[in-house]
């Protein structure tokens, strides 16, 4: 992008090493309009001026070797106290500038509109100043459009996370309350129901979620496909939001249903498989076993006819 040079650096020199002074009344001229002209600043007042404009000299001079060294915030700070001394609206145009220059765009665009409400109509720079104002516009409503995007796209992620866990969490608490209830019900035994129920929404959700990881892992390779062709930043961003998004979903699956199973298994243990033995005698049974091993556990089914 092309920047804005400083075409004003030689001529705001100039001007400085000219520092305006009082005028003096022509001759023939009456006394009253020289002292309107002159008006009440006398010898002091002309002295305090060039004075400032001699400081202001010097912080243009030593701001002007920073741009060029290209130690733009010393830069900046020396235009500044030179149009804080003299405010010549030349000086905004090289502040305008340097801002440009450190990519602060919208510090940049609000001295680009200083200088043209304070510089002169007919200046050569009011061309190049619109166009780059015009321009530096145009960025910062891109910028503005892709924080938007971005924090809409951060919301949603929030939003699906926070979904999923309360989903996970209240699984989980349905789990809880069925172990619960299985504890209560131990004396009487438990409908064999409750356990078919536990198991066969582990089982559904065990299924969903590998589901879901196959497609996971879909994801993660589009990924890693375009993280490696050189594909634009935003859309390696966005395939790696969806992959996480579809991982976080899959845990939230798998862990459901461990927690379902494990609701299953204590459920097994205290389920009434079969009835009195006097009405049960010439009927197949079936009884679950639950045995504890290292690292987890063993479920079976043993099947008597």
């Known amino acids: 992008m092309k920047r804005l040079t400083f075409h ?25 309009a020289g002292a309107s002209a002159s008006g009440t600043a006398g010898t002091n007042g002309a002295a305090v001026t060039n004075h400032e404009d001699e400081a202001a000299r010097l912080l243009f001079n030593t701001a002007r070797e920073a741009f060029a060294a290209g130690n733009y915030e010393v830069a900046l700070q020396r235009f500044q106290q030179a149009y804080d001394l003299s405010h010549r609206p030349q000086l905004l145009y090289n502040i305008g500038t340097t801002l440009d220059r450190l990519r602060r765009d919208r510090d940049a665009v609000a001295a680009f509109e200083r200088f043209l409400a304070e510089s002169d109509p007919t200046s050569p720079n009011r061309t190049e100043v619109e166009a780059r104002v015009r321009v530096l516009r145009q960025a910062i409503d891109e910028e503005d459009r892709q924080r938007a995007e971005a924090e809409a796209q951060a919301r949603a992620h929030q939003e699906e996370l926070a ?41 559904a959700l065990g299924g969903v979620g590998i589901g879901l990881g196959i497609r996971t892992k879909n994801l993660n390779d589009d990924y890693e496909a375009l993280a490696a062709s050189g594909a634009p930043v935003d859309q390696v961003q966005s395939a790696y939001d969806d992959a996480k998004s579809s991982q976080t979903l899959t845990n939230a699956m798998l862990f459901s249903a461990a927690g379902l199973a494990v609701g299953a298994g204590v459920t097994a243990i205290f389920t009434r498989w079969h009835r009195a033995p006097d009405a049960s005698a010439s009927r197949p049974t079936t009884t679950a076993g639950f045995s504890p091993q ?10 008597r006819f």
């Open 163 to 203: 979904r999923a866990q309360a989903e996970a969490e209240t699984q989980a608490a349905a789990a809880r309350e069925a172990q619960q209830q299985a504890a209560a019900d131990r004396a009487s035994g438990i409908s064999p129901v409750l356990f078919y129920s536990l198991a066969g929404a582990a089982v």
């Open 8 to 32: 004003f650096l030689a001529l705001w020199a100039l001007a400085l090493l000219a520092a305006p002074v009082a005028a003096q009344p022509a001759q023939g001229t009456s006394s009253q």
């Open 294 to 303: 290292r690292g987890g556990f063993v479920l079976g089914l043993d099947h």
